[in-house]
């Protein structure tokens, strides 16, 4: 059945919510500013309760099942950290505050900041950047502060290898560089003889996700850094694809210059149907400087008896700041509550358990589907969603029918490197007998796509609604469920 | 813990890879650089975690052990039982972007009834799914314009009395942008600047001019006259402004804005130390395709039924790639069903009686003061749940003074701007009972005097 709106559920006069009156003389606003018509809906505390659970039944989660799309690190949410982050300690605390009010919370992200550093081989982090994206764009106009600095204004260009994140060369875009796409080579790994070939003294960087998106760790990367580093660029790291590397090498140690962390893949905080993430960024010390405001500084080392003391620092060459206060800080307890509980030896076991999970589920597969790039992969890996003998499967025919088997389907038609990609990340979380389920899924899909092809075209069959007209949607833009009567055309 | 395998199925999946070790796994990382030994703390229990991190938070004061009448861009207000309740449901929070429809109407829907409540708030036509916080959106507006005129109208004006935190945030955004030029105007006055006086400096080059309504000082001006010159000019007017106070005010597109952002954060979001919050914004039909970020559209499915899905994802990065105009990915998925949520829950009427309760004990609060010896509350215009306060002594003084009376004071405005020394940005809300405000307008009087 189709779920009404909280516009069609309406009735005239009913609130969810009570208020007292006001305990305070009443005065007036100038008439000129009220407004006349305010149109929101009218429910009952239980309509809106009933109508939240029952979208809720309407989704896939982690929750619910197997998640394994590649690239987004879909582990599971500790419940812990959901109890962590809503400590009114935290949740209650303004972030205008004096910062004698909120020692506990300046403290949390310094620790945080330094278990970073550690993790990852970078000596200054900060918190600040929303989401992988915006650490993506601190990272680049760090780069571009950067060459300002020392007087190098025609580096003008930043080096994308194919296999890339669509965000990399958005952000470049936006940060107005001019974007050089960099091929890969017939292992996966970035073509080194194609990368010499475009690095001059134009080139401001490189951004370089490692593993990159086809889930390979790229053997040659010290070579790579170096060859970017010898013609003065500096080298941006994707640290979306960190939970392959965490106690197995730090990017700072291969020579990386920035890096962003995205907390809601590596550390657990929930991806929340598309958000808040987090993307704290880490850079050399060389470039420490210019790292976005606020940072947490220690000012006072602490003793036996006295907590060390904690202020908000601006660093001296600072690109500014690029979001409200000081990050998503409901996801610093998150995260940070999930480090803690891991120590160095659980975290170096969460990625050979996820690295172990990928190849594992490779292992199960790789007969039935094609594999571009036949190598040890690292914490997902890519196939190809197609076979030549049944041209008209496609990669959405396969990712729709599992969906029918229970499962989340994995990224498609990414990286765009591979024809009908297949992107399958399965991480730690998930456990053998999981895994075999997926595969099962995945083999009986393959020979489904041989014997009766019109099942997987007309795919999925037992969701609570079928293929949806994307055209439609596109065509009418119907963007809002209600307008207010003056306003229809 | 979080990693199920046990030592059986490790070997037996080993045995399926063909590794001997999981070690072996790892090979293809150079050697001198494997297996890094961290220096870190070792690991804890679950329990040991919640005990570690409640002494973090015990370190912390709060708007409950303090009473609070600090806003300036965040604001402490009522957040029913029931938005939390719904908020953590596994089967919204742990799911991602709603990238395949059929498995994620829940969230879809979600969104599309999120754009209506936004756009009806605002008095737009469109809202996009969400934006990192209100600085943020206040960034995209300024992008949104530049690509509007294709860079030919490099010049943006803002007012000095958009909160200075949304300035920089547009300043980081744009200063890499071919001849771009931002001025922000009347920071030498910012406390007699009015909207209407920026109608100068407005010309051929301007592609945006942005205020704020109720401005940071939580002043309420018309902003009729400034629509029209903006428009006269070819330009594009945008409004930050306060969600809670459009439960009561004329809406900016009443006005004529063409774009609407804000903070979300009063709309259910507990302020947690400045995040995780909501940017919103909305917009004319006419930019529907010119917006940052996700969207949600009507459609139906084969059999004709109902449903929801993404939509003009043409304009979006991981399609157009260097094309895309924003590289926007995760935006506040969670927090704008939080205020869905809460918008459903209280309705036409609970927003109107918490605007109005904001706006009454404000109003009493700023009668009180303003009766005080050696206090001024500075403008006669309307308000309104913000007001500025001149003291007798320094803001900061007067702050630190009123901490030892377990009240968090307002915003001292010297921090942005530095000539106003003595002035307090001081918000009230639901919150503030009448005893409340009566003990702040009585501490006041103490902490002043000596």
Known sequence: MTEPTIYELSSPGRTGVRYPAPDVPVSNLPKGFVRDNLPLPELSELDVIRHFTHLSSLNYSIDGGLYPLGSCTMKYNPKINEVTARIPGFALTHPLQPEDT?????????????????????????????????????GVSIIRAYHRQNNNPKRTKILIPDSAH???????????????????????????????????????????????????????????????HEVGGLVYGDGANLNALLGITRPGDLGMDIMHFNLHKTFSTPHGGGGPGSGPVGVISRLAD???????????????????????????????????????????????????????????????????????????????????????????????GMWSDIPEIHALDIAKRLMDYKFHPPTNYFPLIVHEALMIEPTETESMQTLDLFADAMLKIAEEAKTSPQLLKEAPHDTPIGRLDELRAAKELVLCCWYPEEKQD | MFIPHTKAETAQMLKSIGAKSIEDLFSVVPDKYRFPKLDLPSGVTEMDVLGEMKEYAAANETVEDLICFLGAGAYSHYIPAAVDMLLRRGEFYTAYTPYQPEISQGTLQAVFEFQTLMANLTGMDVSNASHYDGATATAEAGVMAY????????????????????????????????????????????????????????????????????????????????????????????????????????????????????????????????????????????????????????????????????????????????????????????????????????????????ADLCFQKAHYAAKKIGELPGFKIIGKGPFFHEFVIQCPISAKEINERLLDYQILGGFELAKVYPDLKNHLLVAVTEMNSLEEIEYLVNSLAEVSHD
Do not use: W
């Open chain 1, 102 to 138: 909120v020692q506990g919370n300046l403290a949390l992200m310094y620790d945080l900041q330094e278990h970073l550093k550690e993790i990852s081989g970078f000596s200054a982090v900060c918190l600040e950047p929303a989401a992988g994206a915006q650490g993506e764009f601190v």
């Open chain 1, 166 to 228: 669509g965000t990399n060369p958005a952000t470049s875009a936006m940060s107005g560089f001019e974007v050089v796409p960099v091929p890969s080579d017939s292992r996966g790994n970035v073509d080194l003889a194609a990368l010499r070939a475009v690095c001059d003294d134009t080139v401001a960087g490189l951004m370089l996700t490692n593993p990159n998106t086809l889930g390979l760790f790229d053997e040659n990367v010290l070579q790579v850094i170096k060859i970017v």
């Open chain 1, 290 to 384: 210019f790292l976005p405001s606020p940072i947490v500084k220690m000012i006072e080392e602490g003793t036996d008896e006295i907590a060390p003391l904690y202020s908000l620092f601006t660093p001296k060459h600072t690109i500014g700041r690029v979001k409200s206060f000081h990050g998503q800080f409901g996801m610093f307890v998150r995260a940070y509550t999930y480090i803690r509980m891991h120590g160095p030896e659980g975290l170096r076991k969460i990625s050979e358990y996820a690295v172990l999970n990928a190849n594992y589920l490779l292992s199960k597969i790789r007969n039935s589907y094609h594999l571009p790039y036949d190598r040890t992969c690292m914490h997902e890996f890519v196939v190809e």
């Open chain 2, 147 to 354: 690509h509007n005129y294709r860079g030919k109208r490099p010049k943006i004006l803002l007012s000095a009395s958009v909160n200075p935190q949304n300035r920089e945030v547009l300043c980081s955004y744009l200063c890499g942008y071919e001849n771009i030029e931002i001025e922000t105007l009347g920071m030498e006055n910012p406390l007699d600047f009015s909207p209407d006086a920026m109608i100068s400096s407005i010309d051929e080059n301007t592609s945006l001019v942005v205020v704020q309504y109720p401005d940071f000082f939580g002043r309420i001006y018309d902003l009729s006259k400034l629509a029209n010159e903006v428009h006269a000019k070819g330009a594009l007017l945008a409004v930050v402004t306060n969600p809670i106070a459009l439960g009561l005010l004329k809406t900016p597109g009443e006005f004529g804005a063409d774009i609407v952002v804000g903070e979300g954060q009063p709309l259910g979001i507990p302020l947690s130390f400045g995040g995780p919050y909501l940017g919103f914004f909305t917009t004319k039909k006419e930019y529907v395709r010119k917006i940052a970020g996700r969207l949600v559209g009507e459609t139906v499915d084969a059999k004709g039924k109902r449903g929801y899905v993404l939509t003009l994802t043409a304009r979006e990065q991981h399609i157009r790639r260097e094309k895309a105009t924003s590289n926007i990915c995760s935006n506040q998925g969670l927090m704008a069903l939080a205020a869905t949520i809460y918008l459903s829950l209280l309705g036409k009427n609970g927003l109107k009686q918490v």
